[in-house]
């Protein structure tokens, strides 16, 4: 796979390169360039930028999982089941770390964040074992499940989750994949959600259900996930619904995965 640390994109006069963060200070982030594709490239010149895009250009699927925390399964009042709940966003609700996410008029009046551990596929997996399940990690990054919950609700949706969470914008990821050689236990972190400022979820992915290994090898059981595949892993306690707090006009989410990544993102009614 790559050979970089820490995955970020970012745009020269118009021309989007990858490149390998360096550090990242007061706002600016300096950035070694890749030459090439993302699966196979070559360090270049050291160069610095302000803003970052997304951390891939695109993915074919963003593949969600849901009731993956114990103490989120405990808040929602809700039974593990035998096998990971599954539901998907379609590849246009990809977006940057730190963009505007346009809000539709009828998603605006229960709008929620789900702060989750994020996987990205590097290589094609088709009836992955768990024991060799890390080996097709691209990467890890932060992702934002931005979640209507207004058409997620059981009496609106059949308890079918898609449309709540399929809107353009609606998966913000980055700001930079870490590679998976970096992080060698994903237990063993720690995510943190903010809104405006205010710690609204903050816990250990030692409290996941299923871990990044068990859901490789049950996402690929007879099917391929192709590479680029990004993997939302299931949101922990905290979230606005079980609150009673839905996100408003400007509304700031921060989701951080210390140590790895942080998306930053506006919430725009439109």
């Known amino acids: 796979m790559s050979s970089f640390k820490n995955l970020v994109r970012f745009s020269i006069n118009g021309q989007v390169h990858y490149g390998d963060l360096v550090e990242a200070k007061d706002g600016k982030y300096v950035v070694r360039r890749l030459d090439g594709t993302l699966f196979q ?8 930028y302000h803003t970052l895009l997304a951390p891939i250009e695109k993915t074919s699927l963003v593949i969600c999982i849901g009731l993956n925390y114990k103490a989120h399964s405990e ?3 809700l039974t593990v089941p035998t096998y990971p709940p599954v539901f998907t966003k379609p590849a246009d609700a990809l977006a940057g770390p730190f963009e505007q996410i346009p809000i539709h008029p009828d998603a605006q009046k229960l709008l929620d964040y789900e702060g989750e551990l994020t996987v990205v596929i590097g290589k094609d997996a088709f009836n992955v074992s768990e024991e060799n399940a890390l080996d097709y990690v691209l990467g890890y990054t932060v992702g934002n499940d931005v979640s209507a919950r ?26 930079t994949i870490v590679s998976a050689q970096q992080i060698p236990d994903p237990r063993a972190l720690q995510p943190r959600t903010r809104v405006n400022g205010v710690t609204k979820q903050k816990t250990s992915t030692g409290d996941m259900i299923f871990g ?4 490789i090898a049950h996402l690929s059981r007879g099917t391929t996930l192709r590479r680029g595949t990004v993997i939302m892993t299931g949101t922990p306690s905290g979230v606005g619904f079980f609150r009673k707090e839905f996100l408003k006009d400007g509304d700031i989410v921060e989701v951080e ?8 993102n506006e919430m725009k009614f439109v």
């Open 41 to 48: 490239d070559d360090l270049i010149q050291t160069e610095e």
């Open 150 to 175: 207004n058409f997620q609700v059981l009496e609106a949706s059949g308890g079918q989750y898609c449309y709540a969470k399929s809107s353009d914008k609606f998966g913000p990821i980055g700001h």
């Open 257 to 264: 995965l210390e140590g790895v990544a942080t998306v930053r």
């Open 75 to 77: 808040e929602a009042k």
């Open 212 to 215: 990044v290994r068990q859901l």
